[in-house]
């Protein structure tokens, strides 16, 4: 039986044929996976879940992928195979796996220490390179976005004395509890999926739709937000990307009512080497930035503006003493400063984008005709490097549509076939992503096999 769709996902889409070619693509990937299926049994003893992380087993393949190498757009399987990748570790290799010149840097220091919770000339360098990256004068550090995230949000309610956080709709900013609260029929529903959170959230987190400035206002109004988080463009319940003029209008409401701006540009870097904040001018108070900036190591660093900074400042300053709980151990160890630096100065540039900005061009394009050719009412949306297709015939406005578009089931078909065609992406929702390594021969690959997928499933 079918499920109850939210929109015409199906629309043009022989669903017979797509359950006949998931069943055949289930047993092609376990007729051709013999050594990673052993693996996932071997792990299944004493890793919950079966993987080291419970997410690793969304790709919606009948058991976890092993993988044994990964070199630039490329992985390897515990089976040999080479896949194309366009996932790129959900865009923590976005500049590709290993890039040698931050391999270099952390062999180099890895030999001379790894942490010691003391300052280095690396630190230095890294917050003057993110200071002409972004604009911001002020930086701290912390092991992943979710952190940074976290600190931020806790560092501007003491600067601000306000409570309440808003955000967007569908947003995500890793896994902090506060921003797990969604529309539901308009009102404002703490995700039932949030697992072992005993406090209210819709206490301090408002929500309003994407695009919604009406909405934004209101909320602000009451003088009580001290910020509001938010990806420049929204990337993952499906892209979202600004209409023209919001961010503009939602600066001015925001500075209007005493909030402050905080980007997290750890999807949206995509856009070039000061992410979306720069690429279009925008002038946050803040800004997070995780996963890509070390190159693939566990590290993200957050910014304040001198303002921001000044506040955040004198509330540590006027705070009793004791431990702030903001902050680890951790937070900006050697070896995560010396992979920054080098991304910072040597990937995170505009020659290094320039080509990336090209062949995900190419790839939205050749998507777009491999869509059209099958007559199917679905967009394609391009954010700098990053591209995705949704199941909808226009880009969605806001989190409501966004979601609206999303259908597990024939996600997972299409991600399953590809994969067994030789290239991978990201297994939450459909989102694509060109490094420094892909080439247009990649792209044709990846195209052609999407293009094989949609001859099989629609019927033409």
């Known amino acids: 039986?079918?499920?109850?769709?939210?929109?015409?996902?199906?629309?043009?889409?022989?669903?017979?044929?797509?359950?006949?070619?998931?069943?055949?693509?289930?047993?092609?990937?376990?007729?051709?996976?013999?050594?990673?299926?052993?693996?996932?049994?071997?792990?299944?003893?004493?890793?919950?879940?079966?993987?080291?992380?419970?997410?690793?087993?969304?790709?919606?393949?009948?058991?976890?992928?092993?993988?044994?190498?990964?070199?630039?757009?490329q992985l390897t399987d515990a089976d040999s195979h080479t896949l194309i990748d366009f996932?790129?570790?959900?865009?923590?290799?976005?500049?590709?796996?290993?890039?040698?010149?931050?391999?270099?840097?952390?062999?180099?220091?890895?030999?001379?220490?790894m942490t010691a919770m003391l300052a280095s000339e690396d630190a230095a360098v890294v917050g003057e390179m993110l200071c002409a990256h972004f604009g911001l004068s002020h930086w701290q550090f912390a092991t992943t976005a979710t952190d940074a995230n976290r600190y931020v949000l806790r560092w501007l309610r003491a600067a601000s004395g306000r409570k309440k956080l808003l955000v967007f709709n569908g947003c995500y900013h890793g896994t902090v509890e506060d921003v797990f609260v969604d529309l539901v029929d308009g009102v404002p529903t703490q995700r039932d999926s949030l697992l072992g959170q005993v406090h209210d959230l819709t206490e301090h987190t408002v929500v309003v739709e994407f695009n919604d400035l009406p909405a934004l206002e209101?909320?602000?109004?009451?003088?009580?937000?001290?910020?509001?988080?938010?990806?420049?463009?929204?990337?993952?319940?499906?892209?979202?990307?600004?209409?023209?003029?919001?961010?503009?209008?939602?600066?001015?409401?925001?500075?209007?009512?005493?909030?402050?701006?905080?980007?997290?540009?750890?999807?949206?870097?995509?856009?070039?080497?000061?992410?979306?904040?720069?690429?279009?001018?925008?002038?946050?108070?803040?800004v997070v930035i995780g996963k890509p900036v070390g190159g693939g190591m566990p590290c993200a660093a957050y910014g304040f503006s001198t303002v921001w900074a000044a506040r955040v400042v004198q509330a540590k300053r006027s705070a009793p003493p004791g431990h702030s709980g903001v902050?680890?151990?951790?937070?900006?160890?050697?070896?995560?400063?010396?992979?920054?630096?080098?991304?910072?100065?040597?990937?995170m540039t505009e020659a290094v984008y320039a080509p990336m900005l090209a062949t995900a061009t190419r790839l939205s394009e050749g998507?777009?005709?491999?869509?059209?050719?099958?007559?199917?009412?679905?967009?394609?949306?391009?954010?700098?490097?990053?591209?995705?297709?949704?199941?909808?015939?226009?880009?969605?406005?806001?989190?409501?549509?966004?979601?609206n578009a999303l259908d597990a089931e024939l996600e997972h078909l299409i991600h399953l076939a590809l994969l067994n065609r030789g290239v991978m992406i990201t297994p939450f929702h459909n989102m694509m992503l060109i490094c420094p390594s892909t080439t247009a021969d990649d792209v044709r690959k990846l195209v052609e096999a999407f293009g094989s997928v949609l001859e099989e499933i629609s019927g033409r």
């Open 327 to 347: 902050g680890t151990t951790l937070s900006g160890n050697l070896l995560a400063m010396a992979a920054m630096r080098a991304t910072l100065s040597q990937l």
């Open 367 to 403: 998507l777009r005709e491999c869509i059209a050719r099958h007559h199917l009412p679905w967009c394609v949306t391009q954010l700098g490097a990053r591209t995705e297709f949704q199941f909808r015939a226009s880009p969605p406005c806001n989190g409501t549509e966004a979601g």
């Open 1 to 73: 039986m079918h499920k109850i769709l939210k929109t015409n996902s199906r629309h043009g889409i022989d669903w017979s044929r797509a359950e006949a070619l998931l069943a055949r693509e289930r047993a092609n990937f376990i007729a051709r996976n013999p050594k990673s299926k052993i693996l996932s049994d071997r792990a299944q003893d004493h890793l919950m879940f079966g993987v080291p992380l419970h997410w690793m087993n969304d790709w919606g393949t009948p058991f976890a992928l092993q993988v044994t190498q990964a070199q630039g757009a």
């Open 218 to 286: 209101a909320a602000l109004s009451h003088g009580d937000v001290a910020c509001v988080l938010a990806e420049p463009a929204m990337t993952n319940i499906g892209m979202v990307l600004p209409a023209p003029g919001f961010w503009e209008a939602a600066q001015t409401l925001i500075r209007k009512h005493g909030a402050a701006l905080v980007l997290d540009e750890t999807h949206t870097i995509s856009c070039g080497p000061g992410g979306y904040t720069r690429a279009h001018g925008l002038q946050p108070d803040a």
């Open 87 to 113: 996932c790129l570790g959900d865009t923590g290799a976005m500049f590709g796996h290993s890039p040698p010149i931050v391999v270099d840097a952390i062999a180099r220091q890895a030999a001379r220490g």
